[in-house]
Structures are given as C-alpha cells and as structure tokens.
C-alpha cells in the first residue's frame, strides 16, 4: 500500500477525535464533514443526488409519452450508457493529468447546461424523441468526466483513516436521492409538468458549481509525472490495475455481486406471479425501493463499521452476506420476508461499496486515482445492466425464483473461492 500521501499539504490536520459513547457508537461516522473542504463537496452531492433523480425520471416519461413505447425508453436508456462508459474512462485519465478542481466546475457546468436544454425542448413542445436521446448522452458523457474526478478528490481532502466513513457519507446521500428523488418526481409531475422538473435540476446544478468552486486547487501532485489524457493513458490505468492485485480483486468482488446476484430484472415477475396477492403495484415498488432503503439505513448506521481497518476482510464479508440475502430473497414467499432480505442486501452493498472505494482511494497512488475511479465507474454502471440480462434470461429457462436463489448461492461460493485463492484481499489493511 502506498501511504506516500496520507501527510501531504492537501490534506487538513487532524482535530482531536472525541470519544463516541452510548449511541453514538452506532451512529455514521461524521468525522469527515469536520473538514470544510469535505463538506462543501459532499453538500454539492446532496444537491445533486435528488435532482438528478428527478431528470433520471422525467426522460423516460417524457419518452414514453411521445411514443408509447417501453422499446423506445430502454433504447434511451442504452444511449446514455455508452457514453457513459467511452467517458467515464477517458475522465479518469484527465482527471490524473489536470486540477480535479477546475474538471469538476467545468463538467458540472456542462450537466447544468444539459439540464437546462432538457427544460427548453419540453417547453417548447419539441417532442422529438431523437433530441431526448442526443441530451441524454450528452448529459452522460459530462456525468463520465465528472465522477473520476469527484471521487479521486475525496483522497485529498481527508485522512486516510476516515476514507470510509467519507464513503459511507456520499453513499448514504446518493442512495437517499434514489428513494427520495423518484417519489418526489412522481408527487411532482402531477402538479408542475415535466419541464419544471428539468429546470428545478438545472436550478440546483448551480448550488453545486458554487459549492465546487469554493473548493481548493487539486492539482497534480508535485513531482507526478506531466501526461496527456489520452489512450496510452487509459492502457496504463488498466496495467496498473493488473499489476496491483487488491485492486484488481476489488473491482472481481462487485462484478461477483452484481452480475451473479442482481436480481432487479426479475421484479416484475415476482410481483404479478410470487407477490401477486398482496397487490402487484404494491410488490412492485417494495421490491424495487427495499435494497435501497437497506442502503440508507447502513449508511445512517456507519459508525459500526467505518472505523474498520481490515478493509479487505469487510469487502469479502459484505459480498457473501449480500449472496446470501439475495439466495434468502429468492426461497420467499411472504413479501414482507422477501422485502427484509432485500434491505439487509441493501445493507451488506453500502458496506461493500464503502470499502471497496476505500481500497481504491488507498492502495492507489494520487496520479492513479483518477483512472481507477473512472473503471470503478464503468464497473458500476455496467454490471447491474449485465446481470439484467443475465437474470432475465435465466428467470425465463429456470423460472425466476430459481435464478434468484441459485444467483446468490453462486456470489456467496465464488467470492470465498475467490478469497481463498488468492489471499491478498484479505490480507489488505489500514
């Protein structure tokens, strides 16, 4: 492990840690927002967090509106993906050759843009399907620079020590912002239209630019190398990967999870077949907010677990308790149970996730973070869109409960084969 820069000029000193007591103890570690330059980060990602949600929701509505087709909303959603991916890549690699600060004014300003177009086209009744589509991989392709450079920060601005807990607070807010912000959009929608929702996001997007620019220079660490972001640099990113097995088996351990035990896609059979007699609806939005919902309840309760240091371990554990939540989610037939193994998924995935970025922030040097966060980026958004297809075709040869179960059982197998392998992940400590 590289601890080169855990004393650097960028980071803060360290105010005395007081002493947690009763309660406290279980509550999240706050530790973090101590530090103003932390914290006007992570209120930016406040803002964001629910605003996005609310264009995440307007687009596919807005598509659905004008053709009537839930092709045409998927194929929407394939078109954001790709840029997506292409530029959260190349956005590692920039983000590693130029001050994060100034990347993250700039691509923030481009997605308030963006938003802003979302706003026009629908109030002037464009209704061109074609345009949506354009905006939205734009809006992509900025959101790809923009979340290297956002998480590769984080190793700057605090201590190693409390990379966690800072995980386990961006965490916390984004997956409130997945609850929050769709049902703030449905109870929206009815009462101000689509294009107000585009501009209240847009609105927001300027806190966030403000909040950005109050941040300090983050340049290039004196001495790193001077580089341009180009493909050489990508290849080199994925090198150092191969030549740095934690990592390496950090990014394994979310494709084991959310490839082989991501069973979302399966949700609409479950709830008009398995769940059918509490209420499709019903079994429908339970199954989809539950692992959430877990999520933000492991984040409100991070203190029991930020101030691990065997990150290694907890990644290794997290993954098999989520495997093991899924297979118990698949053998249910009482959607309450069903919906309680999914939050406790939802529990072990914040836990996994915290750490896992922990690990990235930590094993890899400053003039690496941005391209590892840029993988971990495609490695996030790519997994769970894999195993849609993975579950969907065996939920239709096997049946779903069966793809389910066998799914998770298949995580919690894998991800101990994988540890007793290949042993450098759990060796992996602060």
Known sequence: MDTSESTTEEREPRPPE??????????????????????RLWVSTIVTAVGSQLTAVAVPKQIYDITGSSAWVGAASLAGLVPLIVFALWGGAIADAMDRRKLLLITNSGIAVTSLLFWLQAFVGLESVGALMLLLAVQ??????????????????????????AGALGSTVMQTGQVAGPLLAGALIPVIGLPELYLIDALALCVTVWAVYRLPALPPLAGSAVRRAGVKEIAAGFRYISGHTVLL???????IAMVLGMPRALFPQLASQTYAPYGEGLALGLLFAAIPIGAVLGGLFSGTFSRAGRHGWMVIGAVVVWGAAIAGFGLSRNLWVAVAFLALAGVADMVSMVFRGAILLSAATDDMRGRMQGVFTVV?????????????????????????????????????GLAAAVPALRRYRV
Do not use: C, K
């Open 18 to 39: 007081p002493r947690r007591r009763g309660l406290r103890r279980w509550a999240m570690d706050t530790r973090p927002l101590r530090r103003p330059a932390y914290r």
């Open 140 to 165: 992509q392709a900025f959101w790809g620079l923009n979340a290297p450079a956002r998480t590769a920060s984080i190793a700057r601005l605090v201590p190693e020590d409390e990379l966690p807990a």
């Open 249 to 255: 088996l950090s990014f394994l351990a979310d494709i």
């Open 380 to 416: 996030v958004a790519g997994g769970p869109r894999l195993a849609d297809v993975l579950h969907g075709t065996a939920g239709s040869a096997f049946g779903p409960r069966t793809a389910v179960t066998g799914g998770g059982l298949l995580v919690v197998a894998v991800m101990l």
